[in-house]
């Protein structure tokens, strides 16, 4: 029997290839749930009704996204703080959003201080979370604002009814809430009334690294125009807290590009990658035997 040369196993060649790919894949950001409005072709009527408002012609193709299975037909829990006034496809009220597909209609419009909760309760997902959107404040008052709010389904979707809250202002200042009480927060640029400008909030624990809802800690993390702003600590959020909602003053504020994604935690990437080393190592290159 005649030994042959040494040969490296495929499955060890394709696995040192693939790993780089695994391990970008393990690190970016997982999208829960996002809502881009696009390709609406009516307008819900007001007051909106619980099949209407932000839930009104929600199963457009292209429309909602994300790993999350939400109820059918119910992505929104419609606040009605006062008035349900939760419009979907008006053409006449709000500019289009030109940092999406400047479409006039194509987002959400909450005025008299209607209110809307994204049907899903994120205090479950591990990690950080990220909501990001693009808002417009549509008042000559530049301390008119419009709010994101954190708390738990059973709560009036309102800012000073909420677990947690920010306001931002049409003139860039920002006013966070915890449990009502309210904070002046960190001031950002004023591009004018009635603009569309993006915003994003980090929620974590207090090192920044784990989830808000864990009992470490929970920290707010706010950004506007890609800029960020400040940090806040809210207190502690606990499990059943984590519903995020939108709502306005007396005046008229958009919303639209919603986006909500999970950030993985630090620990995630490095236990990838060691499972795949340790893979690697048991891998051995074994001889070939022939006549």
């Known amino acids: 029997m005649k030994k042959q040369p040494f040969r490296t196993g495929t499955a060890l060649v394709f696995i040192a290839a693939s790993l780089p790919l695994l391990v970008q894949t393990a690190s970016a ?18 007051p909106a009704t619980a099949a209407t ?16 299975s939400l109820p059918a037909g119910a992505a929104y829990i419609n606040g009605f703080y006062t008035d349900g006034n939760e419009q979907l496809g008006n053409p006449n009220t709000l500019p289009g959003d030109n940092l999406d597909n400047g479409v006039v209609g194509d987002n959400l419009l909450l005025a008299n201080q209607a209110s809307v909760w994204i049907n899903n309760d994120f205090s479950t997902i591990n990690g950080p979370l990220s909501l990001s959107f693009n808002g417009l404040v549509d008042s000559g008052d530049p301390t008119d604002w419009l709010a994101v709010l954190i708390g738990n389904s059973s709560q009036t979707p309102w ?28 001031t950002g640029a004023a591009p ?14 207090a090192a920044g690294t784990g989830s ?16 960020k702003l400040g940090s806040a600590s809210i207190g502690q959020l606990t499990a059943g807290q984590g519903y995020l909602g939108f709502d306005s003053p ?6 639209d590009d919603i986006l909500v994604q999970q950030i993985p935690e630090p620990g995630t990437c490095a236990l990838l990658g060691g499972g795949l080393a340790l893979s690697l190592i048991g891998l051995r290159r074994k001889p070939v035997s022939g006549n």
């Open 53 to 68: 408002g932000a839930n009104y012609e929600l199963g457009i193709p292209g429309r909602i996204g994300g790993t999350l």
């Open 29 to 46: 950001q997982v999208t829960l749930f996002s809502d881009n409005f696009n390709g609406i072709t009516g307008q819900s009527g007001y």
């Open 192 to 205: 004018g009334a009635n603009v569309w400008q993006s915003y994003q909030l980090v929620l974590s624990d």
């Open 250 to 255: 007396g005046q008229i504020v958009g919303i």
């Open 159 to 186: 800012v000073l009814n909420t677990s947690s809250a920010i306001l931002f202002r049409a003139n860039g200042g920002t006013q966070y809430f915890v449990n009502g009480a309210g904070t002046d927060g960190a």
């Open 212 to 227: 808000a809802f864990d009992g470490n800690g929970s920290l707010l993390t706010y950004y506007a125009n890609g800029i």
